[in-house]
């Protein structure tokens, strides 16, 4: 079994800054991407950001230029630096991980248990 424990969210003013970790435990044999999701009140879930393991990085409009995925393959670790926040990044982010084996070519998602991010006004 694998498990992802996030951390960094928190309360911050509009213009500043926040950083999210999460780490990866279990019975990890490799993992293909990394990334970070959200979901407000109301609203479905929607990517903010993904990594492959090779390091390209993909970002959703509202978040480019302020926002920057990176990930230690070493501790299976994934980062999301938040920069210039606003009242609309608040959501509850959750962290994902493609988790498998590429001998048997067999992966799955597993999923964090989400941290709150508040950006006042």
């Known amino acids: 079994q694998v498990q992802l424990v996030e951390s960094g969210g928190g309360l911050v003013q509009a213009g500043g800054s926040l950083r999210l970790s999460c780490a990866a435990s279990?019975?990890?044999?490799?993992?293909?991407?990394m990334g970070w999701y959200r979901q407000a009140p109301g609203k479905q879930r929607e990517p903010v950001a993904t990594?492959?393991?090779?390091?390209?990085?993909n970002y959703a409009d509202s978040v480019k230029g302020r926002f920057t995925i990176s990930r230690d393959n070493d501790k299976n670790t994934v980062y999301l630096q938040m920069n210039g926040l606003k009242p609309e990044d608040t959501s509850v982010y959750y962290c994902?991980?493609?988790?498998?084996?590429?001998?048997?070519?067999?992966?799955?998602?597993?999923w964090g248990q989400g941290t709150q991010v508040t950006v006042s006004s």
């Open positions: 994902n991980a493609n988790v498998g084996r590429w001998s048997i070519g067999y992966f799955r998602d597993y």
């Open positions: 279990g019975t990890i044999f490799s993992i293909n991407a």
């Open positions: 990594i492959t393991s090779g390091g390209s990085t």
